[in-house]
């Protein structure tokens, strides 16, 4: 249980988190060392149901099995429709930050409440066709908002600049909330999303289908370096 894995999230930002989406899962164990070596400082892992998403992926034994390999904060993006039912497994099962989708819940600050109640941070999540104003009520709950810039369930999707206004009124009006970036986040993308205020960014594609992941990260990193803010 580690809430104070929040504050080496916060000491990180901004930051690239590699999402082990697209990672290779046959050697997962050597993917987190190759992530290591090349700065990673939090990782993001995708956990989906098949039934909030049309895509199904890992559950508890593989956060448990990244775990043993590795000390890195976890950022567990939960695309489940039932998000209270596993945040407890998935805490103990070594989440540090969990973050579930508006969508899926009638009532955010409750969930947000009881998320945060299991020892570990919180965020809340929207989907790109999602208002901004569905997060209303729940955002003193929340440690972090995640900003989606494709329909949450697959990796290399097109980047939806929507994404983009959702940041920079969050920015505006709650400067101390952590704000996220996942889908389509590439050296062409990253920058806006720095200079809407974000300051974590969620990379899929743009680092998995180098050979070199150290020079992917640094040149996304140069690239938020770069960004106008
Ligand atoms: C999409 C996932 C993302 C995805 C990002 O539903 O939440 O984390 O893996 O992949 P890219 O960077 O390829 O869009
Ligand atoms: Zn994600």
């Known amino acids: 249980m580690s809430r104070d894995k929040l504050d080496l999230i916060r000491a990180a930002c901004p930051s690239v988190l590699p999402s082990l989406l697209l990672c290779d899962f046959g050697d997962l164990k050597g ?6 070596d090349a ?5 993001h892992l995708d956990v989906m149901d098949g039934h909030f998403v049309p895509n199904m992926t890992y559950g508890m034994p593989i956060v448990e099995g990244i775990r043993k390999h590795s000390d890195l904060p976890m950022d567990v993006h939960l695309m489940i429709s039932d998000p ?11 989440a540090d930050l969990l973050t579930f989708h508006v969508e899926a819940v009638d009532d955010a600050a409750t969930v947000a409440r009881e998320i945060r109640s299991m020892g570990v941070a919180v965020g809340v999540a929207l989907n790109p066709e999602t208002e901004l104003s569905r997060l209303d009520g729940c955002l003193d709950e929340v440690d972090l908002v995640l900003a ?22 969050l920015k505006q ?8 970036i996942d889908g389509g986040i590439n050296l062409e993308t990253i920058a806006l999303a720095r200079a809407a205020g974000c300051d974590l960014f969620v990379v899929g594609s743009a ?8 020079a992917a990260i640094a040149a996304l990193d140069d690239e938020i370096a770069g960004a106008l803010s």
């Open 148 to 169: 989606m810039s494709v329909k949450a369930g697959f990796g290399g999707q097109k980047f939806n600049p929507v994404a983009l206004e959702k940041l920079a009124s």
């Open 207 to 214: 680092i998995f289908k180098h050979d070199d992941y150290a």
């Open 39 to 43: 700065g990673t400082k939090v990782l």
């Open 31 to 36: 993917e987190l060392a190759r992530l290591e």
């Open 84 to 94: 209270l039912k596993y945040a407890q497994p998935m805490v103990d099962a070594g």
């Open 173 to 180: 009006l709650h400067p101390d909330l952590l704000l996220e």
